[in-house]
């Protein structure tokens, strides 16, 4: 989470880009101040995801910032660190003194409430006693409820230090490809050629990687998770795990789209086991490497920087895998750039990962027996190697980051870009001459990063760049002023891009647009397509790839005239002398979607309400009674979610 020191509203628009923030007046009927009722949603809803602030005591009226300020701010902080400490109300206490910050404006005092990430430990952090029911989740610019499904992989992530070390049940040696068996314990031998477990029967060998268990206060024993995944036959495997997948594709252009010239997955051909697997996969990916070797005392040295980095980042995404998650293991190989994906989330924060030591791996087991034989690094030194490896070459820095929808899974991209490239350059001198000269070196950093992807976050800038938040934020407003970049999208779904490029709007810029994109073209090629899910079958699942299906895809999109139709309506209900009632409301939601669909931020927008209270408290209600239909009715959180005026059919 950013930290960030507000001295004026603009800060608080700033802070809006680079970081969670729910606005909230927190005024209480006598109007000197009182914790709102959804402020808790809010704070289980940033802890069980990156963090954020709480601002009590201003007014966001369409996307602008008013002080209302709060009188009695005593009586709010005592109020939220006792409720904050009160476990029938909050399961943990993340808030301290240090927590609240007053902030003045103008003589009037708001209330800033750091609300940070919770560790894999805590979380969920639920809401009543009840975690199946009242854990929440940040979603764009509202607070969702976790999924049972959801909640109960959050809970066995807080349980388990790893999830490869149980015994199954019913499983034994005739599940495993002994093959697979016999290569590892040949390349184990080669590499200690004296090593006693040499002489180990299978079974006892296998105990001593981690592959077989004895539990020794029930005296169980057999397979463990690790053994199977690692060797195991992947009919074996699919039974114990039924969404597991493994995905390799060399495709031939820098392009998103799905042709391949080589492609390895569970095709009955081979064991499909994860130790197969990270063989042929490492064979492939440096297979016609272009990186000059190095001389050390003479001797050339095959295994360069690139090499390692490329092992450490297929080990990472193996053994940071949750098999039980809905999406596959996929690598890509492409001539501009290499692509990783494991299904899971990170168990760390991403900032943490990225300076390396501090670990905390999924699978245990899996990643000991993968550096038994050399394959992966010392855990919590992968991801510090893999940027290493790629500074060694002067090449952009890798991409990491986390996909929340439709499935939860982890995303490395290795680009094989200069940091610099010359025709970026060229193009910037060429075009913008007499602005690009003036630029400061993080101005000007900041604009090749942009240029050199398809669309970044404010969030990816950064990372990139190690620039403060702050200041790239003022670097981002002044470059899109000067017109050298472009802004697609508010808030924190804003994405940036170049000028002449045309970026559907995200309704979540980190979620379901960009992983239908994680794979980017070339910026000079306008080229877009589903990337992240080709092992789902787009006939089965049209609401994972609605871009497949333009029959299926609605249309939200509103010209000049539908839009103005759309304001007179609101128009007519914010006008009224009188607050309208609540079916007077739903009334107008309905007019308003009449024979069109209309994504829920318009709707917040044109009726000045917040997105989240009005999908709880009007277009829920609306959905179920029948008087609404979904434009992703699967898919209720789906980031394109849109509604339209259900159509009654006589009969």
């Not at 989470?1 to 880009?17: G, H, K, P, Q």
Request: net charge neutral; proline share 5%; charged share 25%.
């Amino acid at each position: 989470m950013t930290n960030f020191s507000l001295s004026s509203l603009d800060d608080i628009a700033l802070l809006r880009e680079s970081s969670e923030v729910e606005c909230k007046l927190g005024l209480g009927k006598d109007g000197n101040g009182e914790v709102p009722k959804d402020l808790w949603e809010s704070y289980s809803a940033f802890a069980n995801t990156d963090g954020g602030y709480i601002v009590l005591g201003l007014k966001e009226k369409a996307h602008k910032f008013s002080v209302v300020g709060i009188k009695n701010i005593e009586k709010i902080k005592t109020a939220l660190l006792t409720t904050a400490n009160n476990k029938h109300k909050v399961s943990i206490n993340l808030l301290s003194n240090n927590s609240l910050s007053e902030v003045e404006f103008d003589g009037k005092t708001i209330l800033v409430i750091s609300v940070p990430r919770a560790k894999r430990q805590e979380r969920p952090v639920y809401l009543n006693g009840n975690p199946l029911r009242n854990s929440f989740i940040r979603s764009h610019e509202s607070d969702l409820k976790l999924s049972e499904e959801q909640v109960k992989r959050l809970l066995a992530e807080q349980i388990e230090t790893s999830r490869d070390s149980e015994i199954l049940n019913n499983y034994g040696m005739e599940d495993l490809d002994i093959e697979a068996l016999r290569v590892y314990r040949q390349t184990y031998a080669n590499l200690n050629p004296t090593h006693p477990w040499n002489e180990l029967d299978n079974t006892a060998f296998l105990h001593r990687i981690g592959g077989w268990r004895v539990n020794r206060e029930d005296g169980k024993h057999g397979l463990t998770v690790a053994g199977l995944l690692m060797f195991g036959l992947h009919t074996s495997i699919q039974e114990q795990f039924p969404n597991y997948m493994l995905d390799y594709q060399e495709r031939p252009e820098a392009k998103t789209e799905l042709r391949w010239v080589d492609r390895l997955t569970l095709d009955g051909s081979w064991s499909g086991n994860l130790f197969d697997f990270s063989r042929k996969v490492y064979r492939k990916l440096v297979n016609d490497l272009k990186v000059p070797f190095k001389l050390e005392q003479g001797v050339r040295q095959e295994d360069t920087p690139v090499h390692v980095a490329l092992r450490e980042a297929l080990a990472n995404a193996i053994v940071h895998s949750d098999y039980t998650g809905r999406a596959s293991l996929l690598v890509v190989k492409r001539p501009d750039m290499y692509g990783f994906r494991n299904p899971g989330l990170m168990r760390i924060p991403i900032e943490i990962a990225l300076n390396g030591g501090e670990a905390d791996c999924r699978n245990r087991s899996l990643a000991q027996m993968f550096r038994y034989v050399k394959f992966g690094e010392q855990a919590g030194s992968g991801i510090p190697q893999i940027l290493d490896g790629w500074r060694s070459q002067h090449w952009k820095l890798p991409l990491l980051r986390e996909v929340r929808e439709p499935n939860e899974q982890t995303v490395l991209e290795l680009k094989m870009i200069d940091l610099y490239p010359p025709e970026i350059i060229d193009f910037l001198n060429k075009n913008f001459a007499d602005k690009f000269s003036l630029l400061t070196e993080l101005e000007r950093t900041v604009v090749i990063t942009v240029y050199s992807d398809y669309y970044l976050t404010h969030s990816q800038i950064c990372a990139q760049t190690s620039g403060y938040t702050r200041e790239v934020t003022l670097a981002l407003v002044k470059l899109e002023k000067l017109g050298i970049i472009k802004s697609t999208g508010e808030q924190k779904s804003k994405v940036y891009h170049r000028p002449e490029l045309e970026i559907p709007t995200p309704e979540n810029a980190s979620g379901q647009f960009l992983a239908e994109h994680v794979f980017v073209a070339n910026p000079d090629k306008n080229t877009v397509g589903p990337d992240l899910h080709p092992d789902l079958h787009p006939d089965l699942h049209p609401d994972l790839h609605p871009d497949l299906h333009p029959d299926l895809h609605p249309d939200t999109k509103l010209d000049k005239h539908r839009w103005e139709e759309l304001e007179k309506i609101a128009g007519e209900i914010k006008s009224s002398a009188k607050r309208p009632s609540k079916e007077a409301l739903f009334l107008a939601i309905t007019d308003m979607c009449s024979e069109r669909y209309v994504t829920l931020n318009d709707l917040a927008f044109l009726l000045e309400k917040k997105p989240d209270t009005l999908r709880k408290n009007y277009l829920n209600l609306l959905v179920s009674e029948g008087r609404l239909s979904l434009a992703y009715p699967t898919t209720r959180n789906h980031p394109k979610q849109a509604y339209t005026k259900t159509i009654k059919i006589k009969t």
